[in-house]
């Protein structure tokens, strides 16, 4: 069974740079049809998409983050990671990691929806 | 960007009764749009995708609908464990979620 575990600091500096990271277990990141992504939720608000990554090195990032994202894939660790820079507090909430699937699993082709999730962990961005 | 417009925003309702959503795209989307459930300190989980078909699992009163730009979530007669909140997430071009939909109890 796969399952996706974020890590990294609860707490960041205004003007700092936040970092994640998720593990994937249960499966290879290379031998699995996938884009994995990052998600985040500001308290009591809705569902954000960040960016996402392919285990090539693939990655999309949302405009409105782009200049300050990025996403990279560490196969040999089988983990994906997010730095966001220069945060401020609207940047504080949950951060999920999460699989998203590929059309036909070919993820040269539609990448789609958000098929399995880590269980999220809160950053707070604060002084 | 492809922006995603749910209503309503809340929903109140009972045990058995039958519960829409709806969700809007700016754009068509054709069939590319997602639902999903989440409870509260739970991370969301899929119902639906390519607007119609039902994620392995899920129960079978929950259904899909629509293309282009209207879609709907049925919840056929609702149950204790379906209070929660519905997103409705596009995969046309990017990606993007609507704003939520809290089921809540009447």
């Known amino acids: 069974q796969v399952h996706l575990q974020e890590s990294g600091p609860g707490l960041v500096k205004p003007s700092e740079t936040l970092s994640l990271t998720c593990s994937v277990s249960g499966d290879s990141m290379t031998s699995s049809d996938f884009y994995w992504a990052w998600i985040r939720q500001p308290p009591g608000k809705g569902l954000e998409w960040i960016g996402n990554?392919?285990?090539?090195?693939?990655?999309y990032n949302s405009p409105s983050l782009r200049s300050r994202v990025t996403i990279s894939v560490d196969t040999s660790r089988n983990q994906f990671s997010l730095k966001l820079r220069s945060v401020t507090a609207a940047d504080s909430g949950l951060y999920y990691c999460a699989r998203q699937t590929c059309d036909g699993g070919d993820c040269y082709s539609r990448v789609e929806y958000f098929n399995l999730w880590g269980q999220g962990t809160l950053v707070t961005v604060s002084s | 960007d492809i922006q995603m417009t749910q209503s309503p925003s809340t929903l109140s309702a009972s045990v058995g009764d039958r519960v829409t959503i709806t969700c809007r795209a700016t754009?068509?989307?054709?069939?590319?749009l997602a639902w999903y459930q989440q409870k509260p300190g739970k991370a969301p989980k899929v119902l639906i995708y390519?607007?119609?078909s039902l994620e392995s699992g899920v129960p079978s009163r929950f259904s899909g609908s629509g293309s282009g730009t209207e879609f709907t979530l049925t919840i056929s007669s609702l149950q204790p464990d379906d209070f929660a909140t519905y997103y409705c997430q596009q995969y046309s071009y990017s990606w993007t979620f609507g704003q939520g939909t809290k089921v809540e109890i009447k």
């Open positions: 390519k607007a119609s």
């Open positions: 990554v392919y285990y090539r090195g693939n990655t």
């Open positions: 754009q068509s989307i054709d069939e590319y």
